[in-house]
Nanobody
């Protein structure tokens, strides 16, 4: 399985971006999917995720601003990011849990930069 993110870029504070993650290869037995981010000097954090039961969860820092649209297909995962803030600046990664409930497939990431 290969994951490829796109949609990152540079925006001003208050702007929006829509990230996409396309999966190729064997995508069956996917138990969860999600978005993570990592800023320089900081640990990677989970931004949003879809569990095996279909429930979507969000980090407190992005609730009300980021959403995973309900029109996701089995091979594409989106992340709609609104009202972006400088602290959202990070490399964003999508990931999948394949064959279990731990994230074990990762994309290469797409950079998001928000200026004030």
């Amino acid at each position: 399985v290969r994951l490829e993110e796109s949609g990152g870029g540079s925006v001003q504070s208050g702007g929006s971006l829509r990230l996409s993650c396309v999966a190729s290869g064997y995508t069956y037995s996917t138990y969860c999917r999600g978005w993570f981010r990592q800023a320089p000097g900081k640990e990677r954090e989970e931004v949003a995720g879809i569990g095996g039961d279909g429930d979507i969860s969000y980090a407190e820092s992005v609730k009300g601003r980021f959403t995973i649209p309900q029109d996701n297909s089995k091979t594409t995962l989106w992340l709609q990011m609104n009202d972006l803030k400088p602290e959202d600046t990070a490399m964003y990664y999508c990931a999948r849990c394949l064959g279990g409930y731990e994230y074990n497939i990762w994309g290469q990431g797409t950079q998001v930069t928000v200026s004030s």
